[in-house]
């Protein structure tokens, strides 16, 4: 399984859970309490509202795709794109599959900067990661 976080007019957010009962767990490590979420009607979703969010479920199984401004099509749009980019590898490993879906998701979230500005973005991540991997190592 494979989940996709959205921010209408902002970055996508790629990630595996481990199991059904981490799902929420993600949920509350990327997303701000109060927010509004939109889903599919996934069980794995019902305690989100308990959680503090702001909940709102279109039913699939009851072809039901849209409900005013609810629904998930940003999502799946993304979720299409990223297996169009992965078809072309031809199957991925279960272990590598985080990492591939994060370049995915570095891929499409700077898709509208120059390649300069890409690469002082990868820069940055690449010294924040050296800059903490240095500072464990040293105590």
């Not at 996508?12 to 949920?27: E, G, H, K, M």
């Not at 879906?101 to 991540?125: A, C, G, P």
Request: aromatic share 12%.
């Amino acid at each position: 399984m494979v989940m996709c976080y959205h921010k209408r007019g902002g970055n996508t957010i790629f990630t595996v859970p481990q199991n059904y009962d981490s799902i929420a767990r993600l949920v509350c490590s990327v997303i701000i309490k109060g927010s509004r979420i939109n889903t599919d009607e996934y069980r794995a979703y019902n305690s989100l509202e308990s959680l503090g969010y702001d909940h709102r479920a279109v039913n699939h199984g009851l072809k039901e795709y849209a409900r005013g401004d609810v629904h998930t099509n940003n999502c799946e749009c993304r979720t299409a794109l990223l297996r169009l980019w992965m078809a072309k590898h031809r199957g991925v490993n279960k272990f590598n599959l985080e990492l591939y879906l994060k370049t995915f998701q570095f891929i499409h979230n700077t898709r509208h900067l120059d390649d300069y500005s890409k690469f002082l973005r990868i820069l940055s991540v690449v010294y924040m990661a050296t800059r903490f991997y240095i500072k464990s190592v040293k105590k």
